[in-house]
Structures are given as structure tokens and as C-alpha cells.
């Protein structure tokens, strides 16, 4: 079995490079819920819906791309942070 850190950055890369839900859910619980600040995504509230929204970026940009720059697990609260 993976651990939590593994699946996170898992998911943190299929979800970022546009893959959309069908390589994601397997990292996610049903039902999962999505917010952000950003006008772009006020109607996103699933996390579904946000790996389908990245995927649907691509299209236009399919040379995107992102950099890591930092990725923290907090088991004790379960919690995974990823900043790119």
C-alpha cells in the first residue's frame, strides 16, 4: 500500500497534467468536495469536476506544464499541500 505522501504526489500529478478524472479517482474518496478563490472555478464543486477543468485546459494548452516547488503531508490532521 502507497503511502499517504505517495498517492498525494500521485494524484498532485495526473490532476496537474491534465488527465482528467478517469486517472485520478482512484486516488480520491467519492463524492469529494472542491473549492478555490479563483471566478474561473466558482462553479467547481467536486474535485471531479476540478480534474475534468484541468483537463479541459490542456486542450488549448497541451504544452503546459507546472514546477513543484513544494509538497508537505500532515498525517496526524490528514492533510497533503502541494504548491506549484
Given at each position: 500500500?502507497?503511502?499517504?505522501?505517495?498517492?498525494?504526489?500521485?494524484?498532485?500529478?495526473?490532476?496537474?497534467?491534465?488527465k482528467g478524472w478517469e486517472?485520478?479517482?482512484?486516488?480520491?474518496?467519492?463524492?469529494?468536495?472542491?473549492?478555490?478563490?479563483?471566478?474561473?472555478?466558482?462553479?467547481?464543486?467536486?474535485?471531479?469536476?476540478?480534474?475534468?477543468?484541468?483537463?479541459?485546459?490542456?486542450?488549448?494548452?497541451?504544452?503546459?506544464?507546472?514546477?513543484?516547488?513544494?509538497?508537505?503531508?500532515?498525517?496526524?490532521?490528514?492533510?497533503?499541500?502541494?504548491y506549484g
Open positions: 500500500m502507497s503511502s499517504m505522501k505517495e498517492t498525494a504526489e500521485k494524484f498532485f500529478e495526473a490532476c496537474e497534467s491534465g486517472a485520478c479517482k482512484e486516488y480520491c474518496h467519492e463524492g469529494a468536495t472542491f473549492s478555490a478563490q479563483a471566478d474561473a472555478l466558482a462553479d467547481v464543486t467536486t474535485l471531479e469536476g476540478y480534474t475534468e477543468w484541468m483537463k479541459g485546459l490542456m486542450t488549448p494548452a497541451p504544452d503546459a506544464s507546472y514546477d513543484v516547488r513544494g509538497f508537505a503531508v500532515d498525517e496526524a490532521r490528514n492533510v497533503a499541500l502541494g
